[in-house]
């Protein structure tokens, strides 16, 4: 095996192992459910509810606003781009 294909599979060992350790984190905190259930909604009532609910300018007293609303951005995005 060539010096360039083990060093390839080795990348592939590390990002494997990265993405196993990740998702056992997002099982651990809740994280996967939490975005499972943004899905929904999302699916459920469409991204114009969710602007309406969940925008920061509709939202100025709510501190977390904006970073809610940027999960639900994100994903928003991620269904948009499997979706093509």
Same mark, same amino acid.
């Given at each position: /095996?060539?010096?360039? *294909?083990?060093? $390839?599979?080795? $990348? /592939? !060992?590390?990002? %494997?192992?990265?993405?196993?350790?990740?998702? &056992? =984190?997002? *099982? *651990? %905190? !809740?994280?996967? %459910?939490?975005?499972? @259930?943004?899905?929904?909604? $999302?699916?459920? #009532? !469409?991204?114009?509810?969710? =602007?309406? *609910?969940?925008?920061?300018?509709?939202? $100025?007293?709510?501190?977390?606003?904006?970073? =809610? #609303?940027?999960?639900? @951005?994100?994903?928003? &995005? &991620?269904?948009? @781009?499997?979706?093509?």
């Amino acid at each position: /095996m060539s010096k360039k *294909k083990n060093s $390839i599979n080795s $990348i /592939m !060992g590390e990002l %494997t192992k990265c993405s196993n350790e990740l998702s &056992d =984190l997002s *099982k *651990k %905190t !809740g994280t996967s %459910t939490k975005v499972d @259930k943004i899905r929904e909604e $999302i699916s459920e #009532f !469409g991204w114009k509810h969710i =602007l309406q *609910k969940y925008h920061p300018d509709v939202n $100025i007293d709510d501190p977390a606003a904006n970073e =809610l #609303f940027q999960l639900y @951005k994100c994903v928003y &995005d &991620d269904i948009k @781009k499997n979706d093509k």
